[in-house]
């Protein structure tokens, strides 16, 4: 084909589409905008997943009549005006690029005001052009409502996913702001429910306490620490609060949500020992440096950023975080309690006289031997003699196996056994929580769960499968509600439910076995259909064959 350059209106299309992927970029770029104009309450609907309308309203400085029309031209700004200021941004935008994005996108209308004229200006833009414009009343700041994301961009519709789950991303982003900007008074009105409303107060514990629940904002911990280069500040927990996934992690550099793996592994590293394989802590970790030390303008979201001195930045985190944890006495874990007998350690219903009714695992079934036990290594391993040679079994990974086979059996012949609670759990969810929640009801009604709505955004828990009776309640809903949100996971939601319980429910490593445990957990095994790996794919075992041992000997060549 002949090389031509594109039409303008192919161009803006492009360029718009790097920047609004999905319905929860609007929301964070309008929200830059309100928060770039100073703006000390900001209120944000959305409706459809945001597809239908979005809407993100502000008590900021407003934009003039006469300048209404510039700010949805392409690298229109009023944010920097130089080369220079591109080298030190203290403002979240400075593309000029977000207002004609949206509008070339999506249909727009914007009413604004400032403080200093008398009324306000309302501008309506479809495909991008303005078909109207007028006078209209308004207190000083702005609202830009967007209609039909996507109408004329079907690739991109295409890929939304449900509503709910457009819905959880924008719970998700605006309590990001929150957290970033505890100043400002946030509300969130998804289909018109109170998804989130945070005070403005300024206490971040404050918004922690809104968005986590009250138990996790008391026991946070206050982290607080200058350098040469930069200032760390915010809240982390402590090694006995944790999760089991990095979604309560959020990352601020210069009051920009940042997604950044170095700040992620500064952080994890400075839990390093206190926290077992598969949990993570919760932190809000702020970041200020000077604005000459990061590049912020490297990716088209701004999600990205550059540290001039990496290393250094990754070190403050690390030693700001490590100091902290160093002052706090370590209450000692509780593990899951475990004993042949107990509620969670019953003999499984016989899984193999009803085969589940769908696939449990794509790996090869490979049977195992009747084993003899010899003992226990390191409480994790457990060591057995087979027909040919020896087996190391992680007891973790196979009573994973276990759990995973049973629930699922149960879940198919709608048989759960169900752990009523005598005190019902009250949980409070994050708003993205909640949207997953809302969601998954009936699958976690089916899986044995009662959860009941409890006002705001608390719910009861009054029952669980028996599984996991035992562990801790709040932690598996968090999970489970992670696991289901993910986007990462291509598994059916049954099997990403029964993989969350099991590995809740299963004895962990480190945990002292019996020899009468370990014989029932080996047997129990021997009658799975995949006793070689565990439900995430893991080994369950490592067999060392006679052959092997005599050969590692020298007893044969
Ligand atoms: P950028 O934020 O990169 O400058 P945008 O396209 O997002 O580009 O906005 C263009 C301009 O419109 C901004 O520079 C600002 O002057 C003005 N503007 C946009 N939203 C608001 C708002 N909520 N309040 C005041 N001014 C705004
Ligand atoms: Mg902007």
Redesign the pocket.
Known sequence: MMIKVLASEIVSKIAAGEVIERPASVVK?LI???L??GATQITIEAQGGGVEMMKVS?N????ASSELEL?FHRY????IGNLEDLEKISSL????????SIAAVAEVEILTQTSSQSVGTYLHLTKGEVVRKESRARPQG?AVTVHRLFRYFPARLKFLRSPNTENSHIAHLVSQCALAFPEVKFSLLLDKRQSLRTTGNGHLRDVVNELYGPEVAQRMLKVEQKDDLAAVTGLTSPPTLMRSNRSYLSFFVNRRWVHSPLLTRATEDAYHGLLMDGQHPLAVINISLPAQELDVNIHPTKAQIKFCHEQTVFRSVQKAIREVLDRTPIASSKPVPFSVGSGQWQSPRMITDNEPTFVVSQLPALELPVLRILGQLANTYIIAEGPDGLYLIDQHAAHERILYDRILAQWSQKEVEVQGLLQPITIEFSPREEETMRASEEALAEFGFTIEPFGDRSYLIRAIPAIVAGANVIEIVSALLDSLASSESLNPWQERIAQSLACHGAIRAGQQLSNEEMKELTKQLEQTKQPRACPHGRPTMIHLSAHRLEKEFGRVS
């Not at 229109?76 to 944010?79: D, G, H, L």
């Not at 935008?93 to 004609?100: I, N, Q, T, V």
Request: aromatic content about 4%.
């Open positions: 770029e830059e905008n309100s770039d104009a502000d900021g400085v407003g934009i700010a229109a700004t009023s944010k935008g400075f593309r000029g690029e977000a207002l004609p702005t």
